[in-house]
């Protein structure tokens, strides 16, 4: 297990557009813009992923990695953290699992608050590996963490405030 900082565009998203809950992206949108710690945002390296796709979905992926070429990593959990700190403008500090002991080791930190406590931390690599592979045979598409933001900036589906403080610091 290492952190990381990563770009938006290096972060493969979640397909759970828009994010769920305007008050808890707020929240974490007032703690990043105030330049607070939030916790890391799980993630596995696009690679060892992409073993688990059927060949329609590594078609779907390898089509996807060609417009986006920095896109390196499949997040596990985090949409309103990666949300909340693109719009701020802050980098995304990520714990990346290459193993499944990076996971054990990992539980640990939820007690420290530097992890969520997530289904995530119930299952082995293989098993997360598999949780993404049938989250994307549901909805067969990508987007990285900075396209689902733009999209959701430019749809004007954000909570007040937001959208113009991302357009500020473009």
């Given at each position: 297990?290492?952190?990381?900082?990563?770009?938006?565009?290096?972060i493969i998203t979640l397909n759970d557009?828009?994010?769920?809950?305007?008050?808890?992206?707020?929240?974490?949108?007032?703690?990043?813009?105030?330049?607070?710690?939030?916790?890391?945002?799980?993630?596995?390296?696009?690679?060892?992923?992409?073993?688990?796709?059927?060949?329609?979905?590594?078609?779907?992926?390898?089509?996807?990695?060609?417009?986006?070429?920095?896109?390196?990593?499949?997040?596990?959990?985090?949409?309103?953290?990666?949300?909340?700190?693109?719009?701020?403008?802050?980098?995304?500090?990520?714990?990346?699992?290459?193993k499944t002991e990076d996971i054990i080791?990992?539980?640990?930190?939820?007690?420290?608050?530097?992890?969520?406590?997530?289904?995530?931390l119930d299952d082995s690599l293989e098993?997360?590996?598999?949780?993404?592979?049938?989250?994307?045979?549901?909805?067969?598409?990508?987007?990285?963490?900075?396209?689902?933001?733009?999209?959701?900036?430019?749809?004007?589906?954000?909570?007040?405030?937001?959208?113009?403080?991302?357009?500020?610091?473009?």
């Amino acid at each position: 297990m290492r952190t990381i900082e990563l770009e938006p565009n290096q972060i493969i998203t979640l397909n759970d557009y828009p994010v769920h809950s305007d008050s808890v992206l707020s929240a974490y949108f007032t703690k990043c813009k105030a330049g607070k710690n939030i916790p890391f945002v799980p993630v596995i390296a696009k690679d060892l992923v992409r073993k688990y796709f059927d060949d329609n979905l590594l078609e779907e992926l390898e089509r996807f990695e060609r417009q986006n070429p920095s896109a390196e990593y499949f997040m596990l959990d985090g949409s309103h953290r990666t949300t909340a700190l693109t719009l701020s403008g802050r980098r995304i500090l990520a714990i990346t699992y290459g193993k499944t002991e990076d996971i054990i080791e990992a539980r640990k930190l939820v007690s420290t608050g530097q992890i969520l406590e997530s289904e995530t931390l119930d299952d082995s690599l293989e098993e997360n590996c598999k949780v993404l592979n049938n989250h994307f045979k549901e909805k067969p598409y990508f987007m990285t963490v900075e396209q689902k933001t733009e999209k959701m900036v430019k749809e004007g589906i954000l909570p007040k405030g937001m959208t113009g403080y991302y357009r500020s610091l473009k």
